[in-house]
């Protein structure tokens, strides 16, 4: 069976007491059966005292980012060992906007993920065609180079340790969601080269999670599809009844 998960980016919004106040609302919350794995993204100087308010929940808790290296003379950044020695082991990794206004590149994207795969952290990978591509009918082949540039130059992929996000860059925080039959077909496409790039074990067991304004009243739609596991939810995530309401779509 495959994960089912909705994801809260929190970008770079709360201070330290909105970011306490959020998760402890949260919590609260989660506190209703619900049917996936919800995981919350601070920022870095919150990320232990979330991670710790967490623990008396099954709420997860993971960076916005780290480091293509171990350690040395990078100032600003944080390593996979720095955020391990605070119990943090899940990362997000090629978010659009660290695309767009940190330049990071596929190269760069590559060294992340091997240095992630090599350290045990569990990867949520967010690729996505910007609105020019989509227009002119070259969705896919962008898709299909990114996960050639990057991820499918890893030969050890564990489905178990990888999120995998559709994130189409014209929908982040646009309040244009893709249609739920648009998510279906691109998250189709992804799980078919993972099936040709590794095996159908790979492929079947990938939770492959839609992300782009997603809002209570478009997720459930969208989490009906059958390649759709879930949601990385960005904007409505900073609102627990709006996270709640979408954690308790799928
Ligand atoms: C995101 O940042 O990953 C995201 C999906 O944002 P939003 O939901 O605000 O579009």
């Known amino acids: 069976m495959r994960r089912k998960i909705v994801a809260g980016n929190w970008k770079m919004n709360n201070n330290f007491n909105q970011s306490m106040e959020l ?47 171990n350690h040395g003379a990078f100032t600003g950044d944080v390593s996979c060992n720095m955020l ?11 978010h659009s906007e660290r695309r767009t206004f940190f330049k990071e590149t596929d190269e760069l994207l590559l060294n992340k993920l091997e240095l992630c795969v090599e350290n045990d952290f569990e990867i949520f990978y967010c690729i996505g065609e910007n609105l020019e591509a989509r227009k002119s009918n070259r969705a896919y082949q962008v898709i299909e180079t990114q996960l050639n540039n990057t991820i499918f130059n890893i030969s050890n992929i564990n489905p178990k340790k990888l999120v995998m996000a559709y994130e189409p860059v014209w929908a982040i925080g646009t309040g244009l969601t893709a249609k739920p039959i648009e998510a279906q077909e691109m998250h189709h496409f992804i799980r078919e080269k993972f099936k040709n790039n590794y095996n ?49 779509s799928i």
Do not use: W
Request: proline share 4%; glycine share 8%.
């Open 200 to 248: 159908n074990d790979v492929s079947s067991n990938l939770t492959i999670i839609y992300g782009g304004s997603v809002k209570p009243d478009s997720a459930k739609d969208i989490f009906l599809q059958p390649d759709v596991d879930g949601g990385l939810i960005g904007g409505a995530s900073l609102n627990s009844n709006d996270f709640s309401d979408i954690i308790n």
């Open 23 to 69: 998760i402890d609302l949260i919590i609260k919350n989660s506190k209703k059966e619900s049917k996936c794995e919800i995981y919350v993204s601070p920022a870095y100087p919150f990320l232990k005292d979330v991670r710790i308010r967490c623990s008396s929940s099954d709420i997860k808790v993971m960076a916005q980012n780290v480091s293509h290296t």
């Open 84 to 94: 391990q020695s605070i119990g943090v082991n899940s990362v997000i990794i090629g």
